[in-house]
């Protein structure tokens, strides 16, 4: 059976975004793959983080998965920092990247620029993603389009090992879903709808009271001809709203666009609330039920003691194909 694999960052909390992008590319494909996720909480730590928040969105982010229906007997779920061999990889790939290649990540250059410091592990951040991805020989890594450009250098990676080393890697495909690869933010509908943004009126959180959803989609940023129609130029409020739209309901955007042909901004705002309300609301309810449960230790557990077990295996390959140790 084929593997996927994935993982999103507990460093703030779980938007729509990472809910379209993520969670509900990955759900597509639970029933026909192996699935292994997990959370990338070292990779969370590449920028600053209260250690507080930080381990209690740990458990928050296993929790969500599940309470958007990631079904635990059909997914394997565990932490990146309780498998030490992750950051052993990742050293070795490291050492296998050219510095032209990791400087080339359009994310690191767009996190790093005009800050006045950042740290190393920023810089080195994709290649700890590609240990991620080799060390499990996955097949396909389901993200939205940002994460594009990490996966692609995997692939580069693990050919080059595969090259010099002889096979060893499987060389992973990215999995992009077709509707909701890019959500935007909703008061910069240029830029990408983070859950690390600065201003929270551009975002959905999946735990959001759902009245303060409803308030957010009213605000949005939009345009002035009140027309709802898809072109990601010059209506990029009404494309992203129509986006969403389309995401939660499984409609086309096609579809979405004949159905609003006829309504104004303020009403087509209040449909697209609610469509996100019908699907953020089971989820929070569910999330309320398991989050104090001992469901999610036992699975992390599990988890944990079978992901070790298959990273170690292949680690130890690496580690005599590139010559280390007695
Ligand atoms: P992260 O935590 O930023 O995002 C998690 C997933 O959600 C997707 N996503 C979005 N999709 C559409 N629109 C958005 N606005 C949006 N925001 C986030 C992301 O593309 C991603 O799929 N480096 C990764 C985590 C990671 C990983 C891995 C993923 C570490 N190792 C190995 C896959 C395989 C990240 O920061 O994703």
Redesign the pocket.
Known sequence: MKRI?????PSGEL?I??L???IGNIKKYEDKYESFIFV?DL?SITVDQDPKLLHERIRKNIALYLACGLDPKKNTFYIQSENLYHTNLSWILECNTYMGEASRMTQYKEKSENKKHHSVGLFTYPIL?AA??LLYDADF?P?????KQ?VELARDIAIRFNNKYDDTFTVPEPLIPEV????KDLQDPTK???KSSENPKGIIFLLDDLEVTRKKIMSAVTDSDNKVIYDEENKPGISNLLMIYSSMTNMSIKEAEEKFKDYNYGNFKKEVAEAIINVIKPIQDKYNEIINSNLIDELLDEGKKKTNEIAKEKYEIVRKKVGLGR
């Open positions: 694999l994935t993982g999103l960052q938007t975004g990472s379209i992008g993520g990338p990779h993603m991620d991805i890594v993200v939205g389009h940002d994460q990490h909701g690869a890019r959500i990408k709808m983070s």
